[in-house]
């Protein structure tokens, strides 16, 4: 860890904690001011590039009546929804998670849901899974289930979401790339471009990653902040000299340029946001629009999706700033629970998609933050966005990829908590941990564990140590695998 918390308070006797520091229990988690600071700092800058990818997902795709959302709004809306359930997050739970619109959850609404029906339709969709999820909260189903999976399966769901963070670091930045089918390898992926590094910035990455882990070694404080900034700053003076542009110019790849952002300041740093999306949202047509199956089944899909990623994501960073109970559960877990649930209809109800936890705010803990006056800095920075967009854009993903594998590093220490000793337990394990970022899906990862833990209990004649609930949502991952033909079925 960066900065190992303590049980001791950091305050003095003749120096009285404030109703601020009780409230938020900065001095109980063994945390300060200034380094909730710089984690909600490094939290916000590693993420904020969804403020940009997010519209450029949506805003791609058309509904079934060939009817666009506008980026700039998308934009806007997708900076408030994240502003405020990040700061609810910080007010209601306490803990350090920040959350946004969620990838993969946003390219199915774009690609797969929205050309069904209309974008209200879709968004509506969004809404009542989020609806049914905060149902599932307030119910106690939700946690119940949480406490049911087994605390060593828990720690390799933290394993294995650090070692997605460092794929999508590395994929990110250029680092590591996948290698079409048309190569005539059957190497799926590989170093650079032909097995060399030969862009500018993948280069401004390995300078990025390089300086975080000389700053972290030394326990340079704010080194994961420092990091960023300071390879933002290189990639912003390289642009100016190299003039490399985008990676995508004319709908055509340039495997040199930056993969998101092109890092220039802008011509302008504050504009009005465009909050027309908020609210565009419809619950009942979509039924009559695509057929009661095919919605039920993108609502379960949805579901599933947003349930077990931030079950996975609030465990891998209460494991990264050693905030977990013996029990491998989070400080005021319901509470965790239900603003993400809460968030997810936010999400659809601003037509920017299923907002919900951000696994990169591990980086902001990984830099001091435990408690949640971390995501009042990060949720501010969001807020103000809206209005300073043309700035956000400025850091590039090679300049914050690097803190990414770092956290993915410090993630990964959790593997010596696992009894590789004992098949039962390893074999579920192992699954988990793989299987997320060989198929970039935190909850493929998870549900192949549970699923694997359920068979071989049952194949060992120990069915009855599993907990009731953990066989119905193996049962619901079966279907979540089988979706495919499940839905060929009903088509």
Not at 58 to 84: E, F, K, N, R
Request: no cysteine; hydrophobic share 55%; aromatic share 8%.
């Amino acid at each position: 860890m960066t900065e190992a918390p303590t049980t001791q308070r950091a305050t003095s006797p003749d120096r009285p904690e404030s109703g601020f520091d009780r409230y938020f229990s900065i001095s109980a988690r063994g945390s300060t001011v200034g380094r909730e600071v710089r984690g909600g700092f490094a939290t916000f800058f590693t993420m904020a590039y969804i403020v940009v990818l997010n519209p450029l997902i949506l805003g791609s795709a058309s509904d079934a009546t060939g009817a666009h959302l506008a980026i700039a709004a998308i934009a806007a809306a997708t900076a408030l929804v994240a502003g405020v359930m990040t700061i609810l997050m910080g007010v209601v739970a306490r803990f350090p998670l920040a959350l946004a619109a969620g990838l993969g959850v946003n390219a199915m609404v774009a690609y797969e849901i929205a050309p069904q029906m209309t974008w209200a339709d879709a968004m509506g969709l969004v809404v009542i899974e989020g609806l049914l999820i905060t149902v599932l909260v307030l119910t106690g189903l939700r946690e119940s289930i949480f406490r049911a999976v087994p605390t060593q399966l828990k720690a390799a769901i933290g394993v294995g979401i650090g070692l997605f963070l460092t794929i999508i670091g590395l994929v990110d930045s250029g680092f590591v790339r996948r290698i079409p089918d048309a190569a005539g390898t059957t190497v799926p992926v590989g170093l650079g471009i032909n097995g060399r590094l030969v862009s500018w910035p993948a280069l401004v990455f390995v300078f990025a990653l390089l300086l975080t882990i000389v700053l972290f070694v030394r326990k340079v404080r704010g080194a994961i902040l420092i990091g960023i900034l300071s390879a933002t700053v290189l990639a912003v003076i390289v642009e100016a000299i190299g003039n490399i542009g985008p990676s995508f110019v004319d709908g055509k790849p340039v495997p040199t340029g930056w993969s998101l952002n092109v890092p220039t300041l802008p011509d302008k740093i504050f504009d009005l946001p465009d909050l027309s999306l908020l609210g565009k949202f419809n619950i009942f047509d979509s039924w009559s629009r695509a057929g009661w199956l095919v919605v039920l089944m993108f609502v379960f899909t949805l579901l599933i999706t947003d349930f077990f990623d931030t079950m996975g994501t609030m465990v891998a960073v209460g494991q990264e700033g050693d905030l977990l109970d013996s029990s491998g559960m989070p400080p005021r877990t319901r509470e965790i629970l239900l603003v993400d649930s809460v968030a997810a209809a936010a999400g659809g109800a601003a037509s920017v998609s299923s907002n919900t936890s951000f696994i990169e705010s591990a980086s902001g803990v990984a830099e001091g933050a435990r408690t949640g006056v971390a995501n009042l800095v990060t949720g501010g920075l969001f807020l103000l966005a809206m209005f300073v967009a043309p700035l956000v854009t400025v850091v590039p993903f090679e300049a914050a990829s690097g803190a990414l594998v770092i956290v993915g590093f410090l993630m990964m220490t959790a593997v010596r908590s696992i009894d590789w000793t004992d098949y039962e337990i390893a074999v579920p394990a192992f699954l988990t941990i793989v299987l997320m970022p060989f198929t970039y899906s935190i909850s493929n990862g998870i549900g192949a564990g549970i699923i694997a833990y359920a068979v071989v209990k049952l194949a060992r004649g120990k069915g009855r140590e599993v907990h009731p609930l953990l066989y119905a949502v193996a049962a619901l991952f079966v279907v979540y695998f089988l979706r495919g033909p499940i839905e060929s079925l009903i088509a």
